[in-house]
């Protein structure tokens, strides 16, 4: 197989949670564990930092991959999903894993695989750490897919684990509490290992604090080492304020490429897990870390944040999918410069639609669509959900569709918003 045929291979072949769902969800590591023993375990022949959390674990893996690309490390960077192109998800440096390499990789894989109905994520989770120990890098950061105790990516033992925080997200898979999902996420707390907790909260930071308890891991909550004292929205960047205490003087102004003000909550997770990475000995000094933060999407190749892509009328492409997501979005909005305010929206059938649609705003023009995967909310069913509850918009068959014309009806100081879904963006 070339290519073009191995990647449509993997998609098509392999069980894909982005196309079909829980159905292609392993709720055990067996699978993973038997194939990268077939090819020499290579999860035990690299360091990495471990990443999961509700949202927030895409925007802070980028991140500290800038981090560590920037003071000089070989940095293995593995994320999902990808936007456009398969090979987005395992980067090195920011540059995307080798064509061949996919090929080659397939070809050596395929009679075991075949004998044992792996997922797409299963043999791309293997792919990574397998390039990453060819490519010889110093250290891969590792996002997790779904939860964190049983996915794939836990087979490796880390330099250090990183909780982002924990919403309602996947309930189907990871539980209907946020006590359910911090346990399926503190499933990648391991003996010994540091932690780094983003956001202390009352009914999961418990739960956090017991697992590290049992496996003998430091634990550091983020939130209580450091603060936004203060921030500044800019159109491609946001300049936050960061203390290491509420009263203290002694502030650092950190420069973001990442405009989205949510951004300011990951950074102090990424900052925590800067000083706890130091401690263990890696070179990762404070100039450094300026750069590094204030040109991540070029380091790494970050997109879908809060990203604007056109003006006149600013036209913001946004990967949030869930309410915790949304509230994160629409809060920006708020902060935004604009009359008045269009949005794309698709969503997939699994999250809470409900949810998500009693957060948006009644004063908005809306632009119902779809992505082109098996799990998307059919347009026309979106539409009427909204619709019911007071949100006014017309449904359209594909993204381009919604996005011409929500862009044909803005005026030049109108705001156009896409969001929903990871795929929506994409195809964006």
Not at 70 to 97: Q, V
Not at 266 to 282: D, F, P, Q, R, S
Not at 356 to 371: D, E, I, K, Q
């Amino acid at each position: 197989m070339d290519y073009a045929q191995t990647v449509e291979y993997l998609f098509n072949k392999l069980p894909m949670y982005s196309r079909i769902g829980a159905a292609a969800y392993r709720k055990d590591l067996t699978n993973t564990w038997q194939l990268t023993d077939a090819i020499g375990n290579p999860e035990r022949k690299f360091k990495s930092i471990h990443i999961a959390g509700t949202n927030g674990k895409g925007s802070t893996s980028h991140m500290l991959a800038a981090v560590f690309q920037e003071a000089g490390y070989k940095t293995g960077l593995y994320t999902s999903p990808h936007l456009k192109d398969f090979r987005e998800r395992i980067r090195i440096n920011g540059e995307m894993i080798r064509e061949e390499f996919v090929v080659d990789f397939v070809k050596r894989i395929r009679g075991v695989s075949e004998q044992m109905d792996p997922s797409f994520f299963e043999i791309t989770v293997v792919m990574a750490f397998d390039y990453f120990v060819q490519q010889k890098v110093d250290i891969a950061i590792i996002e997790v897919g779904l939860g964190g105790r049983l996915d794939s990516t836990n087979i490796i033992t880390p330099e250090l684990s990183v909780i982002t925080n924990i919403g309602f997200d996947h309930m189907n898979m990871l539980g209907n509490t946020l006590a359910a999902i911090a346990f399926e996420k503190a499933g990648i707390i391991k003996k010994g290992i540091p932690v780094v907790i983003g956001e202390t909260h009352p009914e999961t930071s418990p739960i956090f604090s017991q697992r590290a308890h049992e496996e003998e891991a430091p634990i550091r909550f983020a939130d209580q080492q450091r603060y936004v004292t203060d921030w500044k929205y800019q159109r491609h960047s946001l300049v936050a304020e960061v203390a290491t205490s509420p009263l203290a003087d002694d502030v650092t102004f950190y420069t973001l490429d990442l405009a989205g003000i949510y951004q300011a909550k990951n950074l102090v997770t990424v900052l925590e897990a800067i000083h706890v990475m130091t401690g263990k000995g890696w070179k990762l000094d404070q100039k450094t870390v300026l750069r590094a933060l204030a040109r991540v999407k070029k380091l790494t190749g970050l997109h879908g944040r809060w990203e604007l892509v056109h003006e006149h009328p600013d036209v913001v492409l946004d990967v949030a999918h869930n309410e915790d997501g949304i509230r994160q979005v629409l809060r920006q909005v708020e902060l935004s410069d604009h009359e008045e305010l269009h949005v794309v929206l698709g969503l997939v059938k699994d999250k809470d639609i409900d949810g998500v649609l009693s957060l948006l705003p009644r004063n908005a023009h809306y632009y119902f669509t779809r992505a082109r995967i098996p799990r998307a909310l059919p347009e026309a069913e979106l539409a009427a959900q909204a619709n019911a509850i007071g949100l006014q918009g017309r449904s359209y068959p594909t993204v381009t569709e919604a996005l011409a014309e929500a862009k044909a009806h803005a005026r030049p100081r109108d705001l156009v918003v896409v969001c929903g879904s990871v795929f929506v963006v994409a195809e964006a």
